[in-house]
């Protein structure tokens, strides 16, 4: 059965770190560009940052950059976020998704992915 897993969320105080994981399961032959999304209650699914396959192409939303980190493991479809001096609009569930594709264009949007984790929830008091 493919699936996304993700590890990693919970409750931590603003300027704590948090690193969450996400393995992809099921078909390991895949070679899949791979990304996060986060979502707070009320509002869509937001793009938080994606890699390729070789990791040596992402995009990083401006909202995290300087302080998220995307990377992922060579030769693997698991991805790993490094999310430092987290602030409390950085609350929410936070979601892995892949596909066979790394966008250029559009990488922002969930329609480019086809395949999505059930999420995990970070959240970060003031």
């Known amino acids: 059965q493919v699936q996304l897993v993700e590890t990693g969320g919970g409750s931590v105080q603003a300027g704590d770190s948090l690193r969450l994981s996400c393995v992809f399961t099921?078909?390991?032959?895949?070679?899949?560009?791979m990304a996060w999304f986060r979502q707070v209650p009320g509002r869509g699914r937001e793009f938080v940052s994606n890699i390729n396959w070789n990791g040596d192409r992402t995009h990083i939303a401006s909202a995290v950059q300087g302080r998220f980190t995307i990377s992922r493991e060579k030769g693997k479809n698991t991805v790993y976020l490094e999310m430092n001096s987290l602030k409390s609009e950085d609350t929410g569930v936070y979601y892995c998704?892949?596909?066979?594709?790394?966008?250029?264009?559009?990488?922002?949007?969930?329609?480019?992915?086809?395949?999505w984790g059930q999420g995990i929830q970070v959240t970060v008091s003031p």
């Open positions: 099921g078909e390991t032959s895949r070679r899949l560009a």
């Open positions: 998704a892949a596909d066979s594709y790394f966008y250029s264009e559009y990488y922002f949007a969930t329609s480019k992915y086809g395949y």
